[in-house]
Protein backbone atom coordinates (compact mmCIF):
# COMPACT_ATOMS: atom_id res chain seq x y z
CA UNK A 1 0.00 0.00 0.00
CA UNK A 2 1.13 3.59 -0.69
CA UNK A 3 1.89 6.04 2.24
CA UNK A 4 2.77 9.53 2.40
CA UNK A 5 4.42 11.14 5.56
CA UNK A 6 4.32 14.78 6.10
CA UNK A 7 6.45 14.80 9.26
CA UNK A 8 5.92 18.68 10.11
CA UNK A 9 2.05 19.74 11.10
CA UNK A 10 3.13 23.46 11.30
CA UNK A 11 6.32 25.57 10.32
CA UNK A 12 6.85 28.99 10.55
CA UNK A 13 9.43 30.68 9.00
CA UNK A 14 9.85 34.14 8.33
CA UNK A 15 9.32 36.65 5.55
CA UNK A 16 12.43 36.35 3.27
CA UNK A 17 14.01 32.99 4.92
CA UNK A 18 14.46 29.58 3.14
CA UNK A 19 11.33 27.26 3.59
CA UNK A 20 11.05 23.49 3.34
CA UNK A 21 8.37 21.10 3.65
CA UNK A 22 9.03 17.89 3.91
CA UNK A 23 7.62 14.94 2.26
CA UNK A 24 8.26 11.29 2.44
CA UNK A 25 6.41 8.44 0.16
CA UNK A 26 6.50 4.68 0.71
CA UNK A 27 5.40 3.00 -2.85
CA UNK A 28 6.72 -0.61 -4.32
CA UNK A 29 5.90 0.85 -7.68
CA UNK A 30 7.04 4.00 -9.42
CA UNK A 31 5.62 6.67 -8.01
CA UNK A 32 4.17 9.96 -9.12
CA UNK A 33 4.35 12.85 -6.99
CA UNK A 34 2.64 15.94 -6.29
CA UNK A 35 2.30 18.68 -3.89
CA UNK A 36 -1.05 20.48 -3.84
CA UNK A 37 -1.77 23.92 -1.96
CA UNK A 38 -4.84 25.01 -0.38
CA UNK A 39 -4.95 28.81 0.52
CA UNK A 40 -7.34 30.17 3.53
CA UNK A 41 -10.91 29.20 2.63
CA UNK A 42 -9.57 28.26 -1.39
CA UNK A 43 -10.19 25.01 -3.10
CA UNK A 44 -7.04 22.32 -3.04
CA UNK A 45 -5.11 23.32 -6.41
CA UNK A 46 -2.38 21.90 -7.67
CA UNK A 47 1.20 23.69 -6.89
CA UNK A 48 3.73 21.51 -8.98
CA UNK A 49 3.85 17.54 -10.06
CA UNK A 50 7.13 15.66 -9.70
CA UNK A 51 7.10 15.08 -14.05
CA UNK A 52 6.91 18.29 -14.99
CA UNK A 53 9.98 19.79 -13.16
CA UNK A 54 9.41 23.46 -12.86
CA UNK A 55 9.37 25.91 -10.64
CA UNK A 56 5.94 27.86 -9.87
CA UNK A 57 5.64 30.36 -7.33
CA UNK A 58 9.18 30.16 -6.67
CA UNK A 59 8.84 26.46 -5.32
CA UNK A 60 10.74 23.57 -6.29
CA UNK A 61 11.00 19.79 -5.35
CA UNK A 62 12.53 17.44 -6.29
CA UNK A 63 12.18 13.36 -6.07
CA UNK A 64 14.78 12.31 -4.39
CA UNK A 65 14.32 8.04 -4.93
CA UNK A 66 16.71 6.81 -2.73
CA UNK A 67 15.45 8.82 0.25
CA UNK A 68 12.46 8.04 -0.93
CA UNK A 69 11.07 12.09 -0.41
CA UNK A 70 9.75 14.79 -2.55
CA UNK A 71 10.70 17.94 -0.66
CA UNK A 72 8.95 21.66 -1.33
CA UNK A 73 11.52 24.38 -1.01
CA UNK A 74 12.03 27.81 -1.80
CA UNK A 75 14.48 30.17 -0.83
CA UNK A 76 13.32 32.70 -0.28
CA UNK A 77 9.15 32.79 1.31
CA UNK A 78 6.73 35.11 1.16
CA UNK A 79 3.86 36.43 3.56
CA UNK A 80 1.11 35.52 0.45
CA UNK A 81 2.85 31.54 0.85
CA UNK A 82 0.71 31.06 4.01
CA UNK A 83 -1.34 28.40 3.05
CA UNK A 84 -1.98 24.29 3.75
CA UNK A 85 0.69 22.29 2.01
CA UNK A 86 -0.14 19.05 1.17
CA UNK A 87 2.35 15.71 -0.53
CA UNK A 88 0.26 13.30 -2.67
CA UNK A 89 1.60 10.34 -4.43
CA UNK A 90 -0.18 8.92 -7.49
CA UNK A 91 -0.69 5.29 -8.37
CA UNK A 92 -2.48 2.67 -10.20
CA UNK A 93 -4.39 0.58 -7.31
CA UNK A 94 -5.90 -2.54 -8.71
CA UNK A 95 -7.52 -1.28 -12.09
CA UNK A 96 -8.24 1.88 -10.06
CA UNK A 97 -6.23 5.34 -10.17
CA UNK A 98 -5.72 6.72 -6.61
CA UNK A 99 -4.43 9.86 -4.98
CA UNK A 100 -3.15 9.76 -1.61
CA UNK A 101 -2.61 12.87 0.56
CA UNK A 102 -0.14 13.39 3.78
CA UNK A 103 -1.37 14.62 6.34
CA UNK A 104 -0.33 18.50 5.70
CA UNK A 105 2.10 21.10 6.65
CA UNK A 106 0.30 24.55 7.88
CA UNK A 107 2.96 26.97 6.67
CA UNK A 108 2.84 30.76 8.38
CA UNK A 109 5.12 32.93 7.00
CA UNK A 110 4.84 35.64 9.39
CA UNK A 111 6.05 39.62 8.46
CA UNK B 1 -7.94 26.07 -16.73
CA UNK B 2 -10.07 23.05 -15.80
CA UNK B 3 -12.75 23.88 -12.95
CA UNK B 4 -15.01 21.56 -10.57
CA UNK B 5 -18.11 23.11 -9.14
CA UNK B 6 -20.00 21.42 -6.11
CA UNK B 7 -23.40 21.94 -5.33
CA UNK B 8 -24.62 22.57 -2.65
CA UNK B 9 -21.59 24.47 -1.18
CA UNK B 10 -23.27 24.17 2.84
CA UNK B 11 -26.05 22.08 3.59
CA UNK B 12 -27.99 21.31 6.75
CA UNK B 13 -30.40 18.67 7.55
CA UNK B 14 -32.06 16.71 10.31
CA UNK B 15 -30.93 13.04 11.55
CA UNK B 16 -32.35 10.51 9.72
CA UNK B 17 -33.00 12.69 6.13
CA UNK B 18 -30.53 11.95 3.27
CA UNK B 19 -28.79 14.69 1.43
CA UNK B 20 -27.43 14.93 -1.90
CA UNK B 21 -24.34 16.53 -3.20
CA UNK B 22 -23.32 16.91 -7.13
CA UNK B 23 -20.41 17.71 -8.26
CA UNK B 24 -19.70 18.15 -12.24
CA UNK B 25 -16.85 18.65 -14.58
CA UNK B 26 -17.11 22.47 -16.17
CA UNK B 27 -15.37 22.79 -18.52
CA UNK B 28 -13.58 19.00 -19.41
CA UNK B 29 -15.09 15.57 -19.58
CA UNK B 30 -13.89 13.62 -16.53
CA UNK B 31 -14.19 9.77 -16.64
CA UNK B 32 -13.19 9.13 -13.27
CA UNK B 33 -14.44 11.55 -10.30
CA UNK B 34 -12.99 10.78 -7.05
CA UNK B 35 -15.54 11.65 -2.85
CA UNK B 36 -13.45 12.77 -0.26
CA UNK B 37 -14.03 13.81 3.02
CA UNK B 38 -12.35 15.97 5.25
CA UNK B 39 -12.25 16.78 8.92
CA UNK B 40 -11.58 19.94 10.64
CA UNK B 41 -7.42 20.30 10.28
CA UNK B 42 -7.25 16.49 8.97
CA UNK B 43 -6.11 15.98 5.34
CA UNK B 44 -8.58 14.23 2.80
CA UNK B 45 -9.12 11.06 3.10
CA UNK B 46 -10.62 9.32 0.13
CA UNK B 47 -14.12 7.65 0.37
CA UNK B 48 -14.83 6.30 -3.53
CA UNK B 49 -13.79 6.27 -6.78
CA UNK B 50 -16.50 6.82 -9.54
CA UNK B 51 -16.11 6.24 -13.18
CA UNK B 52 -18.72 7.09 -15.93
CA UNK B 53 -21.17 4.67 -16.23
CA UNK B 54 -19.41 1.96 -13.88
CA UNK B 55 -20.46 1.53 -9.73
CA UNK B 56 -17.99 3.32 -7.80
CA UNK B 57 -15.37 0.97 -5.65
CA UNK B 58 -15.36 2.18 -2.33
CA UNK B 59 -12.37 2.56 0.34
CA UNK B 60 -12.27 -0.02 3.09
CA UNK B 61 -14.24 1.21 5.86
CA UNK B 62 -16.69 3.44 3.88
CA UNK B 63 -20.12 1.87 3.92
CA UNK B 64 -21.00 1.93 0.01
CA UNK B 65 -25.00 1.52 1.10
CA UNK B 66 -24.60 4.63 3.03
CA UNK B 67 -23.01 6.84 0.67
CA UNK B 68 -24.54 6.42 -2.59
CA UNK B 69 -22.42 7.66 -5.71
CA UNK B 70 -23.76 8.18 -8.92
CA UNK B 71 -21.55 8.32 -12.04
CA UNK B 72 -23.86 8.71 -15.29
CA UNK B 73 -22.41 11.37 -17.11
CA UNK B 74 -18.89 12.68 -17.89
CA UNK B 75 -19.32 15.46 -16.14
CA UNK B 76 -21.59 14.84 -13.15
CA UNK B 77 -21.27 12.35 -10.48
CA UNK B 78 -23.63 12.91 -7.11
CA UNK B 79 -22.93 11.88 -3.59
CA UNK B 80 -25.91 10.65 -1.43
CA UNK B 81 -25.44 10.26 2.41
CA UNK B 82 -28.83 8.14 3.33
CA UNK B 83 -29.98 8.60 6.55
CA UNK B 84 -27.92 10.70 7.77
CA UNK B 85 -26.26 11.02 11.44
CA UNK B 86 -24.40 13.89 13.36
CA UNK B 87 -21.24 11.93 13.06
CA UNK B 88 -21.56 12.28 9.65
CA UNK B 89 -21.42 15.91 9.67
CA UNK B 90 -17.77 16.64 7.63
CA UNK B 91 -16.31 18.40 4.51
CA UNK B 92 -17.05 16.29 1.54
CA UNK B 93 -14.68 17.17 -1.75
CA UNK B 94 -15.27 15.69 -5.12
CA UNK B 95 -12.22 15.96 -7.45
CA UNK B 96 -12.33 15.02 -11.31
CA UNK B 97 -9.40 13.86 -13.58
CA UNK B 98 -9.15 14.96 -16.70
CA UNK B 99 -9.77 12.92 -19.46
CA UNK B 100 -7.18 14.24 -22.13
CA UNK B 101 -4.83 16.04 -19.76
CA UNK B 102 -1.58 15.06 -19.70
CA UNK B 103 -0.07 13.31 -16.48
CA UNK B 104 -2.07 12.07 -13.74
CA UNK B 105 -3.64 15.85 -12.81
CA UNK B 106 -6.91 16.30 -10.57
CA UNK B 107 -9.00 19.13 -10.32
CA UNK B 108 -10.82 19.61 -7.16
CA UNK B 109 -14.20 21.43 -6.14
CA UNK B 110 -14.75 23.88 -3.57
CA UNK B 111 -16.47 21.45 -0.87
CA UNK B 112 -19.74 20.90 0.79
CA UNK B 113 -19.97 21.68 4.40
CA UNK B 114 -22.59 19.18 6.07
CA UNK B 115 -23.77 19.53 9.33
CA UNK B 116 -26.63 16.74 10.52
CA UNK B 117 -27.70 18.18 13.58
Known amino acids: AQRVTQPEKLLSVFKGAPVELKCNYS??????LFWYVQYSRQRLQLLLR??SRESIKGFTADLNKGETSFHLKKPFAQEEDSAMYYC?????????????FGKGTLLTVNP | GAVVSQHPSWVICKSGTSVKIECRSL??????MFWYRQFPKQSLMLMAT?????????EQGVEKDKFLINHASLTLSTLTVTSAHPEDSSFYIC?????????????FGPGTRLTVT
Open chain 2, 27 to 32: DFQATT
Open chain 1, 27 to 32: YSGSPE
Open chain 1, 50 to 51: HI
Open chain 1, 88 to 100: ALAAFWGSNYKLT
Open chain 2, 95 to 107: SARDLVGTGAEQY
Open chain 2, 50 to 58: SNEGSKATY
